[in-house]
């Protein structure tokens, strides 16, 4: 891989139960930092490039990130990306706000971001990459 590759998609959906029955309300990563590194798998010791943008929109958290080059790990996201192995996205975080739900789980209301991740099996169904490229 001789240049960056850029990914986009959605690292949380709002409004909808993920796998645990936790909520994310719109607004809660209202002033989130783009600056976060973007990993394989929510492993630390394994980056796999940078976040460049999020933003949030109808749908949830949409981020922007590139695929740093010469990077093992990296690459071999990439090739299952595009095989289509692979095509889940998460994020780490710590809770600033949130209530209990009746029947299980939370709202979450506020959230510090602390990471995006290529993930095998995201947490919430619909957090996809929407594009590679």
């Known amino acids: 891989m ?9 690292v949380s959906r ?19 930092p783009a600056a976060v590194p973007l990993l394989w798998q929510h492993d630390p010791s394994r980056p796999i490039g940078r976040v460049l943008g999020l933003s949030e929109d109808g749908h949830g958290l949409k981020m922007l990130a590139a695929v740093s080059p010469g ?11 595009r095989s289509g192995a692979v095509d889940g996205l998460s994020f780490g975080y710590r809770v600033k706000s949130a209530r ?7 709202e979450l209301l506020r959230l510090e971001l602390i990471e995006c991740s ?14 590679v490229g």
Do not use: I, K, N, W
């Open 2 to 10: 001789g240049s960056e590759v850029r990914l986009t998609g959605y």
């Open 14 to 32: 709002f409004d909808v139960p993920d796998r645990q029955g936790d909520v994310v309300r719109r607004r809660a990563f209202v002033g989130a």
């Open 71 to 81: 990077c093992r790990d990296g690459e071999d996201a990439l090739a299952l990306l």
């Open 100 to 106: 209990r739900r009746p029947g299980g789980g939370r």
């Open 118 to 131: 290529v993930v095998t099996l995201p947490m919430h169904e619909e957090a996809r990459v929407l594009s």
